[in-house]
């Protein structure tokens, strides 16, 4: 426990080194709820957005490209067409939806946290157990959109078809708002529904279990005692961890 508060006073003490210094804005209030918590500290998050990117032709990395145009909310293709005339090289469309990555105390944390990341939309989630024993659970879903522009600075696609895109985009950023509202939602109502660890008496080794076992101990007896016949298979949660969390050391 120690350490893992020295890791976090650590983490929190870097400075931010997002190109804009800050967090994002449907992201901050994530990441305050969860650095409010002793038993969790976040390390990276991106709250969405749509980026034009004008590479070199090797791929999209930090160190070879341009970003032509970024913006957070809803875009409009004359903002797409104005940001092209700037492109020299191959260009790429790209929409990425909301991201967080947390370091947990134990791993009945990052559990308790996957489980609402995946009721959420965020199916793409996962847990990471590396060297060490630093446990980190992600928060990522799919519905990313990647489309080449150009080519050496030419224009491969017509603006009918950026039109599109364009909209398809915002669909996809519309959805990403509501996932984000629906995690916020179920993480609070999650940590306000899990007992906190220093409030529980010593009574030996059962007591001293992560909240996430003592929550999920008591949902599947009432769980038991309301139902008669066998769950569904999407009310199984722990089906889900086995599907995306994955163990690396």
Request: charged fraction near 30%; glycine fraction near 6%; charge should be positive.
């Amino acid at each position: 426990m120690a350490a893992f508060a020295r890791r976090k006073a650590q983490r929190l003490a870097r400075p931010d080194p997002s190109r804009k210094r800050a967090l994002d804005a449907r992201a901050a209030g994530l990441v305050r709820l969860l650095n409010a918590r002793e038993r969790f500290c976040t390390t990276s998050s991106c709250d969405g957005r749509v980026v034009l990117a004008d590479t070199d032709g090797t791929g999209i990395q930090k160190k070879n490209c341009t970003w032509l145009l970024v913006t957070h909310d809803p875009c409009v293709k004359g903002d797409v067409m104005t940001a092209l005339e700037k492109a020299t090289g191959d260009v790429v469309f790209k929409f990425e939806p909301f991201v967080l990555h947390v370091l947990c105390q134990e791993l009945q944390d990052a559990q308790m946290l996957h489980s609402v990341a995946v009721d959420s939309g965020f199916r793409n989630s996962g847990i990471t157990v590396g060297r060490g024993g630093k446990i980190t659970m992600a928060v990522r879903s799919t519905h990313c959109l990647e489309v080449p522009l150009s080519h050496k600075g030419r224009l491969m696609v017509s603006e009918e078809y950026i039109e599109f895109l364009v909209r398809v985009a915002n669909q996809k950023m519309e959805e990403n708002i509501r996932r984000i509202d629906r995690f916020h939602k179920g993480l609070e109502l999650a940590l306000e529904a899990a007992v906190p660890a220093d409030t529980l008496s010593p009574e030996g080794p059962e007591k001293s279990h992560s909240v996430y076992v003592h929550r999920r101990k008591r949902r599947t007896a009432q769980e038991q005692a309301n139902l008669s016949g066998e769950l569904k298979p999407q009310d199984d949660t722990e089906s889900s961890l086995d599907l995306f969390a994955e163990i690396m050391i």
